[in-house]
């Protein structure tokens, strides 16, 4: 089985600053790495995964997130964040060639102040 | 390029009573997903269905819930009766699984409120 953990349930940032999201997750199989946002009402829109390969992974809107095995995490960073970035955002883990369950983290609300 | 299609977007019906969430999944995809988002929470995982067949239904609470997939297209998930805890975004997803991995679609979810 597998599991998720958000470490930050809010992060507040002021705009144009970095920001990091953390994500750490626990699995006894190889898997795949998803970061997922979601804006209000609204379902979730994928920003980025990470199947193989290069472990720095770029999303859209600026996003990108570096797999690390040996720490098993998967934070999502953006350099200079936006009032329109304000939203939820899902790590999910999958198991590789397993039975493409998505397994979501709580979520971290990301909120930019101006 | 139509994305995963829900309706209705909001409910509110009363504990006890019946409802009906409708999933239109994007054209081609052979998998469609039901997962249910408590407030606060990530989405849950309720069924997954491989064309028409429900291949994983484990995390489905099938006292009162139900779901169906005919045809393969479309699909409903139903619940009856409703309780209080059953409020909760109800998200329907899509995909088709190619050699790079699983990419799930969300649609836009129905929210549902029982009062």
């Known amino acids: 089985a597998q599991s998720v953990t958000q470490l930050d349930s809010q992060v507040p940032v002021f705009e144009e600053a970095p920001v990091e999201l953390r994500c750490n997750y626990s699995?006894?199989?190889?898997?795949?790495l998803f970061w997922y946002v979601q804006y209000p009402n609204q379902g979730l829109q994928l920003l980025l995964k990470?199947?193989?390969?290069?472990?720095l992974v770029k999303g859209i809107n600026g996003f990108e997130a570096e797999f690390n095995k040996s720490q098993t995490s998967f934070h999502l960073r953006k350099p200079s964040v936006h009032i329109s970035d304000t939203a939820e955002y899902f790590c999910?883990?999958?198991?590789?060639?397993?039975?493409?369950?998505?397994?979501f983290g709580k979520g971290t609300k990301l909120t930019v102040n101006p | 390029e139509a994305g995963v299609v829900q309706s209705p977007r909001y409910k509110i019906i009363e504990k006890k009573q019946p409802v009906a969430f409708w999933c239109n999944p994007i054209?081609?995809?052979?998998?469609l997903y039901w997962y249910r988002q408590n407030l606060g929470q990530g989405p849950e995982l309720l069924i997954r269905?491989?064309?028409?067949?429900?291949?994983?239904d484990s995390q489905l609470p099938k006292d009162r819930f139900s779901a169906e997939r005919l045809k393969g297209v479309d699909s409903t998930l139903k619940i009856q009766p409703a309780e209080l805890g059953d409020s909760a975004v109800y998200l329907c997803?899509?995909?088709?699984?190619?050699?790079?991995?699983?990419?799930?679609?969300f649609g836009p979810g129905t929210r549902l409120t029982v009062l």
């Open positions: 997803a899509s995909s088709f699984s190619l050699a790079g991995g699983p990419e799930q679609f």
């Open positions: 699995s006894s199989v190889s898997v795949y």
């Open positions: 990470y199947l193989s390969g290069s472990t």
């Open positions: 999910a883990v999958s198991p590789v060639g397993g039975s493409e369950k998505l397994v």
């Open positions: 054209s081609g995809h052979n998998t």
């Open positions: 269905y491989e064309n028409e067949e429900a291949v994983d």
